[in-house]
């Protein structure tokens, strides 16, 4: 199993970046998946989630409104949309399913002016 984050960046306050994961080793289309992240000095959370078919997403209440999760099963990739990003979004974002056994390296999401 393997997840490869991209997409991350230093962003002003306002601003938007779009992060992708490519994921391989399992059969992707069956599986929910989610965005995590972890800011320095806290425990990882999960931010967005959505089931496989793409029916259903929830996000979590301090992204609710300003981040999008999507995913294309042919490309076996999962998207995050983020808009009106604010400084308490920097974090190192992941991608991994609803029940992770391993991590990827993660992208770094910076919002500071």
């Known amino acids: 199993v393997q997840f490869v984050e991209s997409g991350g960046g230093l962003v002003q306050p306002g601003g938007s970046l779009r992060l992708s994961c490519a994921a391989s080793?399992?059969?992707?289309?069956?599986?929910?998946m989610r965005w995590y992240r972890q800011a320095p000095g806290k425990e990882r959370e999960w931010v967005a989630h959505?089931?496989?078919?793409?029916?259903?997403?929830n996000y979590a209440d301090s992204v609710k409104d300003r981040f999008t999760i999507s995913r294309a099963n042919a490309k076996n990739s999962v998207y995050l949309q983020m808009n009106s990003l604010k400084p308490e979004d920097t974090a190192v974002y992941y991608c991994n399913t609803v029940a992770p056994i391993s991590w990827g390296q993660g992208t770094q999401v910076t919002v500071s002016s």
């Open positions: 080793g399992f059969t992707f289309s069956d599986y929910s």
């Open positions: 959505i089931n496989n078919l793409s029916t259903r997403t």
